[in-house]
């Protein structure tokens, strides 16, 4: 079993950054691959970014590349570094695990408020 828990989330301007943190639980966590999702009001969860347990990542292009995910096994944390925010990022972000060929994510955290100002 896999716990989650997001953290880093806030009010920020236009142009800034935040790093978001998903800690972990449980002795598999490096075997998983971790998701970040996010989704704003009225509007349909999406995926962000994931990471596997060997580091390969892949990311949505809207995020232009100024979003890098990254691992750190030995701390069981997965950090998503979001750069030059823009008012439309703004929704709850999630982190998520699933197994390596798993089809599905099987454990979610409860989420950080990113909120963007204009």
């Known amino acids: 079993q896999v716990r989650l828990i997001e953290s880093g989330g806030g009010l920020v301007q236009a142009g800034g950054s935040l790093r978001l943190s998903c800690a972990a639980s449980g002795r598999t966590f490096s075997t998983y691959t971790i998701g970040w999702f996010r989704q704003a009001p009225g509007k349909e969860r999406e995926l962000v970014a994931h990471i596997t347990w060997s580091g390969s990542t892949y990311y949505a292009d809207f995020l232009r590349g100024r979003c890098p995910v990254s691992r750190d096994n030995a701390k069981s944390t997965v950090y998503l570094q979001t750069n030059r925010l823009k008012p439309e990022d703004t929704a709850v972000y999630y982190c998520?695990?699933?197994?390596?060929?798993?089809?599905?994510?099987?454990?979610w955290g409860q989420g950080t408020q990113v909120t963007v100002s204009s």
């Open positions: 998520a695990a699933r197994r390596a060929s798993g089809p599905l994510y099987e454990y």
